[in-house]
């Protein structure tokens, strides 16, 4: 099974940028479909985007046109590039890694002020 540790959180002012990772360990990498979920306060989890093995991403609409998912296979990683930052997108933002399972991070804060 796969570990993931998430970093790169942090406090940004509104429209500022941040850049996620995630690092994989224990598992071949590259079998699994990567995603990036948040969870804000009083929230239920929420997936933020995905990409597949062969790199196909999907995001959903509150974020399409400001964050970019990728990986980097050889690293074992996967990056969230978050651009123009609004205050609803605190969360607590957390790695997970699909294939016969589901495996999660233990996540990381990002805090937008406005």
């Known amino acids: 099974q796969v570990q993931l540790v998430e970093s790169g959180g942090g406090l940004v002012q509104a429209g500022g940028s941040l850049r996620l990772s995630c690092a994989a360990s224990g598992a071949d990498f590259s079998r699994y479909t990567m995603a990036w979920y948040r969870q804000a306060p009083g929230k239920q989890r929420e997936l933020v985007a995905s990409?597949?093995?062969?790199?196909?991403?999907t995001y959903i609409d509150s974020v399409k046109g400001r964050f970019s998912i990728s990986r980097d296979n050889v690293k074992s990683m996967v990056y969230l590039q978050m651009d123009s930052l609004k205050p609803e997108d605190t969360a607590v933002y957390y790695c997970?890694?699909?294939?016969?399972?589901?495996?999660w991070g233990k996540g990381t804060l990002v805090t937008v002020s406005s």
């Open positions: 990409i597949t093995r062969g790199g196909s991403t």
């Open positions: 997970a890694g699909f294939s016969l399972g589901t495996y």
